[in-house]
């Protein structure tokens, strides 16, 4: 049963810190996304790649926080430098080529990040 | 105002109970439709979706889009305790729109079913 792996499930640090979150697409999937949810704002778009070249990051603050595909088996989601306000659950999710406008995503099981 | 607005609950019914899960939205770009359960410390996991108005049904879950009144909902019928999940509604727009493959999620509701 193919599914996206996501890395590490629980991170813990401190304030000031970077934090490098890692995903790992279903293969053969060319769309990533990733997602942040938090209790007060649900899941919210931080930016999303096709094949590899970003689309749309306006979702992500830009000063501190970095998305990148390495590799179309790795995308990364950086926090540099980490705050409070970060602690939430951070998702991945990839979605199979066209017709992929209209394609459901697949997501991991998250990286909860606590900020302290 | 939110793109997608969902009641986030909590909604409680018993075993056997037919629940409604409802979501409205303000961008009539959305084209397709989904709803996405969520097991607690898990990812959103796809329950349905569809790309019409209409209803389409799948076992014990009717998903129903009206286009003409921006509202979709999610019907469970015979609600087991195994139902009990949040729910997020899912929406995106049409390949050719700027918004290419991006999916708007409402709040999601957290749904109980007591046995």
């Known amino acids: 049963d193919a599914r996206v792996t996501q890395t590490p499930r629980h991170k813990v640090t401190e304030m000031g810190q970077e934090v490098t979150m890692r995903c790992q697409p279903i293969?053969?999937?060319?769309?990533v996304f990733w997602y942040r949810q938090t209790m007060m704002q649900g899941l919210e778009l931080l930016a999303y790649?096709?094949?590899?070249?970003?689309?749309?990051d306006s979702g992500m603050p830009k000063d501190r926080f970095s998305a990148e595909m390495p590799d179309a088996t790795l995308a990364t989601l950086k926090i540099q430098p980490s705050e409070p306000r970060d602690s939430a659950v951070y998702f991945c999710?990839?979605?199979?080529?066209?017709?992929?406008?209209?394609?459901?995503?697949?997501f991991g099981n998250g990286t909860r990040l606590t900020v302290t | 105002q939110k793109e997608v607005e969902q009641d986030p609950g909590p909604l409680s019914v018993p075993e056997g109970a037919i629940v409604s899960l409802n979501c409205t939205y303000s961008?009539?770009?959305?084209?397709?439709f989904m709803w996405y359960r969520q097991y607690s410390r898990k990812g959103p996991e796809l329950l349905m979706y569809?790309?019409?108005?209409g209803n389409k049904e799948d076992g014990r879950f009717t998903a129903q889009v009206d286009k003409s009144s921006k509202y979709i909902s999610l019907f469970i019928r015979d609600s087991q305790p195994s139902d009990s999940a949040t729910y997020l509604c899912?929406?995106?727009?049409?390949?050719?729109?700027?918004?290419?493959?991006?999916?708007?999620f409402g709040q999601g509701t957290t749904l109980q079913v007591k046995p």
């Open positions: 899912a929406m995106g727009a049409l390949f050719r729109s700027s918004n290419t493959g991006k999916l708007i």
């Open positions: 790649f096709r094949n590899r070249a970003p689309l749309d």
């Open positions: 961008n009539s770009a959305f084209q397709y």
């Open positions: 293969l053969g999937h060319n769309t």
């Open positions: 569809t790309y019409s108005s």
């Open positions: 999710a990839s979605g199979p080529p066209r017709s992929a406008d209209r394609t459901p995503l697949h």
